[in-house]
């Protein structure tokens, strides 16, 4: 009776005594906004659990490029991490659906909302992602897009045999390549060196990201394209989260969801305060060209065909979750 007793205890709460500590990897570095992420989930944690749950928080680089960061994680290494669905995409097929251009509202907030709610990512692309040990509790913006170059992009044409830096991801580079461009992949720890030396001509990413890595210094254009957001996950070695003692995995969940608004805060910040601070770096000058709509447009169309690409090539179940999360994109943006 007392052993049944102690086993039901042991499965359902932690030991008060019992201290925990995890590690916590990110693909960014400090300052950045998936460091800071997890810098403020480990603050909660400890705090929330009185001192019970130490976290280590990880910058990118120590424990090698993002795809040995997924690695890294499924063994259990690691028992968190930041992870860009990307460096997924030659395991987690489905992921792929944020490399889509033009899918998600052209509204960070109406985005932010969509990855919240959708049951197509937060239970159905979830359960892809558990298949490899990894489970996704939230998806975040890091904010739009933008591309970077040295010289302008204003239309398709500008792409042509264009060298593009992308993460390891087949539908970015059909992305890519529906514009006409050559996409390369590489981590973005060597993308400054390749930018310089023009092994690659231009990459994309959200403006702090742009300017905190220093790509303008080795580009001379950005365009303010907001052809797709850049998404994150926070995610979980599967089997160590499901071991978790009840209360101990509720304070995660608890923490999951605070930080939904508090990264969307600080994101938004970090792309506005940046580009205040790219538009007066004069030292390395950087010509800010943002698309007109009807320029936008002309990529938009070339982009749309490769939502057709994913579904009969890239999913596994015949592009289901796509056409679910186009109409709950749909109940969002009321189009
Ligand atoms: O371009 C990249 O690969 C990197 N960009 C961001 C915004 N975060 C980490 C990622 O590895």
Redesign the pocket.
């Known amino acids: 009776m007392m052993l049944t007793l102690s086993l039901v205890l042991a499965a359902c709460g932690g030991n008060g005594d019992e201290t925990y500590e995890w590690k916590f990897i990110t ?2 570095v400090d300052g950045q906004v ?1 460091y800071e992420y997890a810098e403020e989930f480990a603050k909660r944690m400890k705090d929330k659990s009185d001192g019970q749950v130490n976290i280590e928080v990880y910058e990118f680089g120590g424990l090698g490029s ?1 795809v040995d960061q997924v690695d890294q994680l499924q063994k259990g290494v690691v028992q968190l991490a930041i992870m ?1 669905p990307g460096f997924t995409g030659n395991m987690v097929k489905e992921g792929q659906i944020f490399a889509l251009h033009f899918l998600f509202p052209d509204s960070t907030k109406q985005t932010q909302e969509i990855l919240n709610t959708s049951e197509a990512i937060n239970v159905d692309l979830r359960q892809k992602y558990e298949e490899h040990d990894i489970t996704p509790l939230a998806f975040w913006t ?1 904010g739009f897009m933008q591309w970077t170059s040295n010289e302008p992009i204003s239309e398709p044409s500008d792409f042509e045999n264009f060298q593009m830096r992308v ?1 390891e991801s087949p539908l970015m580079f059909k992305s890519y390549e529906a514009y006409g461009a050559d996409p390369q992949a590489m981590s ?1 720890g060597e993308l400054y060196t390749a930018l310089e030396r023009e092994t690659v001509e231009g990459q994309e ?2 403006i702090f ?1 742009i300017y905190d890595a220093s790509f303008h210094e080795v580009q001379d254009y950005m365009t303010l394209s907001k052809h797709n957001n ?1 998404v994150a996950m926070t995610t979980v070695n599967s089997e160590w989260y499901n071991g978790l003692p009840d209360d101990i995995k509720e304070m995660v969940d608890e923490t999951v969801e605070e930080m939904r608004d508090w990264i969307y805060d600080e994101q938004e910040r970090q792309n506005a305060e940046f580009l205040e601070q790219m538009k007066n770096d004069t030292d390395n000058p950087t010509e800010i060209v943002e698309l007109t709509e009807e320029q936008r447009e002309a990529f938009r169309e070339l982009a749309l065909p490769v939502r057709d690409f994913y579904k009969e090539e890239v999913s596994t179940v015949d592009g289901a979750i796509l056409e679910k999360l186009q109409e709950e994109i749909k109940a969002v943006t009321g189009e």
């Open positions: 693909e960014e998936q993002e860009s890091e993460q973005w990413n959200p990201f850049y």
